[in-house]
């Protein structure tokens, strides 16, 4: 294989690398692969709030787990779940952000291709507002795949056509110019950082109302149980509310309200 530095390249075995690297100077991407999310997991899962997630992974010791910036654009109200399916871009350089990269091998049309049915797709932008990352054509595709979702920290481009698209959204607005304006895509399915949080390949994204939150794979049964078991507390107190008792020793729950709580619904608290 090749690399390339300038304008001087080695042997990189192969005319289709030589053409990627002289015309792109991009490596190859180093796919991962999907990882299956189960049924249930996720049919639990759209059941749960963000908030109820963020506070069940704060006992965990986990506080940047919400994607600052992620806010909802299109979002019919239903709850998204799915698999990271994460891009990554870089800031714009002259020499490779290009509408002419956009036919690029490593592109952001190539990463769509590649997109499982179900995943969410995270996108790094850096949080710039200053380029739409992904615009209506974009979506529409990753709406006909079956992608759950798209979540990023910058913005997107043609607001009303992406919005017509029918694929649910979290982004920090809209913004006219294409990507190319401000930014270089560079790969897809590896380590990102999006509104400050660190999202790997199959960490697993709940998004809703309050925008989207990542739940790390290596935790992921442990955060549902807890957060089941969160759901059905809250519930209880906010019954409790309805009825005229007071928060203190209700929210949080002391050990006589815990008591209570296990008394009348057998469940733990």
């Not at 192969?14 to 049924?39: F, H, I, K």
Request: hydrophobic fraction near 45%.
């Amino acid at each position: 294989m090749a690399a390339c530095h300038g304008s001087a390249m080695l042997d990189t075995g192969g005319a289709l690398g030589q053409v990627r690297r002289l015309v792109y100077l991009l490596p190859e991407p180093a796919m991962t692969e999907v990882l299956p999310l189960d049924p249930a997991i996720r049919a639990k899962l759209e059941t749960i709030t963000t908030a109820t997630l963020t506070t069940v992974l704060l006992k965990k010791g986990l506080r940047k787990v919400w994607m600052s910036g992620t806010t909802p654009f299109c979002h019919t109200g239903k709850r998204q779940v799915g698999r990271a399916f994460t891009l990554r871009f870089v800031p714009a350089r002259e020499d490779l952000a290009t509408p002419a990269s956009w036919g690029s091998p490593i592109s952001t049309r190539a990463a769509i291709e590649a997109m499982p049915e179900g995943v969410i797709a995270v996108i790094d932008a850096m949080g710039s507002k200053e380029a739409g990352v992904f615009g209506d054509i974009l979506c529409a595709r990753m709406a006909k795949r079956g992608v759950a979702g798209l979540v990023t920290d910058g913005v997107v481009r043609d607001g009303d056509g992406v919005k017509g698209t029918g694929l649910p959204v979290w982004c920090s607005g809209a913004s006219a110019p294409a990507s190319v304006a401000a930014l270089t895509f560079v790969n897809w399915q590896e380590p990102i950082g999006c509104g400050g949080v660190a999202v790997f390949p199959n960490d697993v994204i709940v998004a809703d109302g309050d925008g989207a939150v990542l739940i790390p794979q290596d935790l992921l049964e442990a955060v549902v149980d807890a957060a089941v078991d969160q759901e059905h507390l809250e519930g209880w107190i906010m019954g409790e509310i309805d009825k005229g008792v007071a928060l203190p020793g209700l929210y949080p729950p002391n050990a006589e309200t815990k008591a209570r709580y296990e008394k009348e619904t057998g469940r733990k608290a």
